[in-house]
């Protein structure tokens, strides 16, 4: 027996889910779960964001913004980023989360993180409430030592969110073996 669901996009979770980080002067961050790689060759990655949101204006004003990759360590973070809006408050500040410098772009990463993309705006897409944003990865990085084989390690607790307040994080890896 199987019965239809309120939210079907639950049915895609759990998912990882990123800070996103933009803006200039002022700096932003926002929880991010719907966010997908697109193309390899150029890198390019989606995400998709509520477009009342004040990190869309943030995006089409600098044209740029990181991904960060939280551990679960940062769920506290991740819930406060992604439910509270850099309209009204300075979410950097109410985290503690320390921002650093870029390699290639000026908005700056979370230093708190555990892996990081700077990306530039390549393309955006109306869809329903949502603006699609594809950006362009012009540098990916991660903490050495939660990496094996360049895929993350059980040790990196990757924080991923299955929906509404319940996260969780992937507890074994599993080879396939053929
Ligand atoms: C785990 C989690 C995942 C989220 N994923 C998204 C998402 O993919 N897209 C989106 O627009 N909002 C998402 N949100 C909600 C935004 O983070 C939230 O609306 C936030 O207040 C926006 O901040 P801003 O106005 O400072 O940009 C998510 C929230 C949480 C807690």
């Known amino acids: 027996m199987k019965k239809d669901v309120e939210n079907f996009y639950y049915l895609l979770h759990p998912r990882p889910v990123v800070l996103i980080c933009s803006g200039n002067e002022k700096i932003n961050i926002m929880a991010c779960s719907w966010i997908t790689p697109v193309s390899e060759e150029p890198p390019m990655i989606a995400i998709s964001l509520w477009k009342e949101g004040y990190t869309c204006k943030l995006i089409e004003s600098c044209k ?3 991904v960060n990759i939280p551990s679960i360590d940062l769920i506290k973070a991740v819930w406060i980023a992604g439910t509270k809006s850099g309209k009204n408050v300075d979410k950097i500040a109410l985290t503690g989360l320390k921002l650093s410098p870029s390699k290639k772009i000026k908005v ?3 230093e708190d993180c555990i892996g990081h993309l700077e990306c530039k705006l390549s393309k955006s897409l109306e869809v329903g409430e949502c603006n699609l944003y594809v950006g362009e ?3 990916a990085y991660a903490k050495e030592e939660l990496l094996e084989k360049g895929l993350w390690s059980e040790n990196a607790k990757v924080l991923l969110h299955s929906g509404g ?3 969780t994080i992937p507890s074994k ?3 396939v073996r053929i």
Do not use: D, W
Request: proline fraction near 7%.
């Open 64 to 66: 740029e913004f990181t």
């Open 137 to 139: 990865v012009l540098a």
């Open 173 to 175: 890896l599993t080879t």
């Open 165 to 167: 307040k319940i996260f």
């Open 108 to 110: 700056p990463i979370i």
